[in-house]
């Protein structure tokens, strides 16, 4: 284990170096400026979101689809990432995590689009999409769609799985003593009896869930803020100078620069708000809406409460308690800032974070079991979904760091050829932006012709 876990670190050197960087920060930025700040309609996309699209077509409600998207993103990486960056990269990870977030709303906008342009319809009326679909479709490169389904299938054990058990199997020993088996047993039981259902049932659940985890777990942040609110302007200010001078983090254990800063922040940025992944329009692409714009501003959005609110509010406040100086990692350092809260905060973590881990698992086995369909057809699913539910239980096992490794290293290679998509289709991003919103046609019905029926592709048999 400890030689697989260097091969990963190893690879993760190279992946997540300055050239993966300066192409995942660089495409925020780019989608930015050529969707003219598309990221002020973010008040229209959270009013889509609250809205039914009855004249659109598709197998979830829009909500349904940003809620599932918004289980899959808020998950571990909100709690146990945003510390680990903390305590890795110094307290300026906290706000390039939170850039990431601000601009990668454009590039999530982006991917939504392009899976409901891409999307095609199957004989029994489901609709499948996503970045193989726009690959494929879009600029016909079925080897690269190949490509990206596979190390989707990859990442959804490592990103979607493996490491939400983990997290949520650590933070039960430590605070109650709870076997980790034990966790990992009961939180089988429970994603096997959901997933089983299919997407509407995840889309149910998540609708259910998701607004009241969120508002849970931020009422907890917003209390040890408030309790310890005489030193929040100069974490604020620390935080700020941190991201452009590098202070060492972990009380100095780890010599961190600017880069180092960058690096943790926009990594885990990315995986908790999974923009550039091309993740979350594989259940966009399943949305009822009647035109690609409209989905994309609800997906938008995903990024916006993820990253933007739920991250940035939980670095403050794990760089507010100072606890991060005291060399702790992971679920340890997000368990001592809760700590704070007398008697209820260690239950009010363990609660968001199973909350949080749940719903994420739930939404990656869709994503997963989507881009197996895509490889193999309908009869790989019930085989996935059986593996699924076991890699649950060994997430819940194995050790934190090679969990994390396995996680990088699968989404640094799920968001390369995705992001080669987004880049090559740009044009198209911007023609359907300028027909629909910049025109102010955002209720326009799409034309029949951009729903093919899946006998268009043919199944892989």
Request: hydrophobic residues 55%.
């Amino acid at each position: 284990m400890e030689v697989i876990d260097g091969w990963l670190s190893a690879i993760n050197g190279y992946l997540w170096g300055p050239p993966m960087l300066v192409l995942l920060f660089g495409t925020h930025l780019f989608f930015t400026v050529r969707l003219l700040f598309v990221q002020r309609y973010t008040g229209l996309g959270i009013k889509l979101s609250l809205t039914p699209d009855a004249p659109g077509k598709g197998d979830i409600s829009q909500f349904g689809a940003l809620a599932t998207a918004l289980a899959a993103t808020v998950g571990t990486g909100n709690i146990v990432g945003v510390a680990t960056a903390v305590a890795l990269g110094g307290p300026g990870a906290v706000l390039w995590c939170w850039l990431t977030g601000v601009f990668g709303m454009a590039t999530k906008y982006a991917e939504a689009l392009l899976a409901v342009k891409y999307r095609v319809q199957t004989a029994d009326g489901t609709f499948l999409g996503g970045p193989m679909y726009a690959l494929e479709r879009g600029l016909k490169l079925k080897w690269l769609a190949v490509l990206f389904a596979l190390f989707t299938v990859l990442a959804s054990f490592g990103i979607g799985n493996m490491v939400q058990a983990n997290a949520i199997a650590s933070m039960a020993s430590e605070t109650f003593g709870v076997a980790p088996w034990m966790t990992g047993v009961v939180l089988m039981a429970l994603v096997g009896a959901v997933i089983l259902g299919g997407i509407r049932s995840i889309a149910r659940m998540c609708i259910a869930l998701v607004p009241v985890m969120v508002i849970f777990y931020v009422a907890g942040c917003l209390t040890i803020l408030v309790l310890e609110w005489s030193t929040l302007p100069a974490t604020l200010q620390l935080i700020v100078q941190s991201a452009f001078t590098g202070p060492a983090a972990a009380g100095g254990a780890v010599g961190s620069g600017i880069m180092l800063a960058a690096r943790y922040g926009i990594a885990r940025g990315v995986f908790s708000n999974e923009s550039g992944l091309g993740s979350a329009p594989i259940v966009a692409a399943a949305a009822q809406t009647r035109n690609p714009v409209r989905q994309a501003l609800v997906s938008a959005t995903g990024t916006f409460w993820d990253t933007v609110v739920i991250c940035a509010i939980t670095g403050i406040t794990i760089v507010n308690s100072g606890l991060w100086q005291d060399g702790l990692d992971g679920s340890a350092l997000t368990k001592s800032a809760f700590d704070l809260i007398p008697t209820i905060g260690p239950i009010v973590l363990t609660v968001g974070l199973f909350t949080f881990v749940f719903s994420t698992i739930l939404g990656w086995s869709y994503y997963g079991e989507r881009a197996l369909e895509y490889l193999f057809g309908k009869r790989a699913i019930f085989p996935y979904r059986l593996a699924w539910v076991g890699a649950v239980l060994l997430g819940s096992l194995v050790t934190l760091q090679m969990v994390w490794n396995f996680a990088d290293m699968a989404n640094a290679l799920m968001a390369i050829p995705n992001l080669v998509a987004l880049l090559l289709l740009n044009g198209i991003i911007v023609a359907e932006t300028r027909k629909y919103l910049w025109s102010g046609r955002i209720d326009e019905t799409a034309d029949e012709v951009e729903i093919p029926a899946m006998a268009e592709v043919p199944e892989t048999e």
